[in-house]
């Protein structure tokens, strides 16, 4: 694509587009743009722009099947973006995305990468699949000329058929946990998982139907899992016992109840022991987590990278499991990149 630019005189300047910024300098106060690139100009602009000393501007001005930056903006920003976002801008032709809620930001990636390959236009966006707070931006948009040709967007329309990003608010279920260990259930130590899990869930939203101290009977534990599915659990998070030694039962367990396993094991540290399963009650799939000893340990585990998906109503598969380990190394972290924890 290409137009063309000139230096015009200001008064008549009025329906065309600035090619470059306008700054206003007082001496010992202030220095910055009083005008920024592709601002067009109005007829009460004229005083400002002889004010500052601006006789003549370099300028641009609008052709036929031509559309200027701050509009194009807009209609990709509409078009891109999909449910609880908050459009802000345009700020140098550009509009930010913003949650409006907290909850699980979504990014199709595919199509992020269809719509960067078109030319003349640039989306970014945060990584999907993290946790979002309202308020928090998560990407912005704009193109990259003054102007873009009206086909351009167009053929923008025409490809993006669905949205490229989007946040999905957390659902609160009622959460039960299971606390294995006979060390805990002889009350020889002091648990410090449940305190831990209790102020995570309540960060987000969910409130904690109880705890269940089972020692490390598998049928025990089982028993304990399956009763808070009866009692109208959504997810159930059962810890420790997670290693291969013979006294730790809780695979064994998550087993008995009829689960379905997903993965035991997981390309993340802190969190290798993890466990995903499936339990089917009264048409209902709840999710049965079996969290290692790290989680309760570390700042970011595990747990940061499962909880909120599935919080958002997504149901993980062993792949999606076995791809959180691009970006699971989360040693030594004190929160999780990007998102508002």
């Not at 992020?112 to 309202?134: H, K, Y």
């Not at 109208?232 to 998550?254: K, N, W």
């Not at 993340?268 to 466990?275: C, E, K």
């Not at 970011?300 to 599935?310: E, K, N, Q, T």
Request: glycine share 12%; with cysteine.
């Amino acid at each position: 694509m290409s137009f063309s630019m000139k230096t015009i005189p200001v008064q008549d300047a009025v329906g065309t587009i600035l090619c470059q910024d306008i700054t206003r300098i007082v001496p010992g106060q202030y220095k910055g743009p009083v005008f920024r690139k592709g601002h067009v100009v109005t007829e009460e602009d004229i005083p400002v722009l002889l004010d500052v000393g601006k006789e003549h501007l370099y300028v641009y001005r609008p052709e036929p099947g031509m559309v200027h930056e701050e509009d194009a903006a807009w209609r990709i920003a509409r078009c891109v973006g999909g449910a609880n976002l908050v459009l802000k801008g345009p700020k140098e032709g550009r509009i930010d995305f913003v949650a409006e809620c907290d909850g699980l930001l979504n990014v199709d990636e595919d199509l992020l990468f269809d719509f960067n390959s078109l030319g003349e236009m640039t989306l970014a966006t945060l990584p999907g699949n993290i946790r979002v707070c309202q308020g928090q931006a998560l990407g912005a948009t704009r193109v990259t000329p003054l102007v873009v040709e009206e086909e351009l967007l167009q053929r923008m329309e025409s490809t993006i058929t669905r949205p490229v990003l989007s946040v999905t608010p957390f659902a609160s279920p009622l959460v039960g946990i299971v606390t294995t260990g006979s060390e805990v259930y002889a009350g020889r130590i002091r648990d410090g998982f449940g305190p831990v899990l209790r102020e995570r869930f309540a960060s987000l939203g969910c409130p904690v139907a109880g705890q269940k101290l089972s020692g490390d009977d598998a049928n025990v534990i089982a028993n304990a899992i399956l009763d808070f599915a009866a009692e109208g659990c959504g997810l159930i998070c059962v810890t420790g016992g997670m290693s291969v030694d013979p006294d730790d039962r809780t695979p064994c367990a998550i087993r008995k109840t009829g689960a379905s396993v997903v993965c035991y094991g997981a390309p993340v540290y802190p969190g290798a022991m993890f466990m995903l399963a499936y339990l089917e009650r009264d048409g209902k799939t709840i999710p049965v987590l079996g969290l290692p000893g790290g989680v309760m340990y570390s700042k970011v585990s595990i747990f940061d990278l499962v909880v909120p998906r599935l919080l958002a109503g997504q149901i993980l598969s062993a792949r999606d499991v076995h791809r959180m380990g691009h970006g699971g190394f989360l040693t030594q972290l004190s929160s999780m990149p990007y998102s508002c924890l």
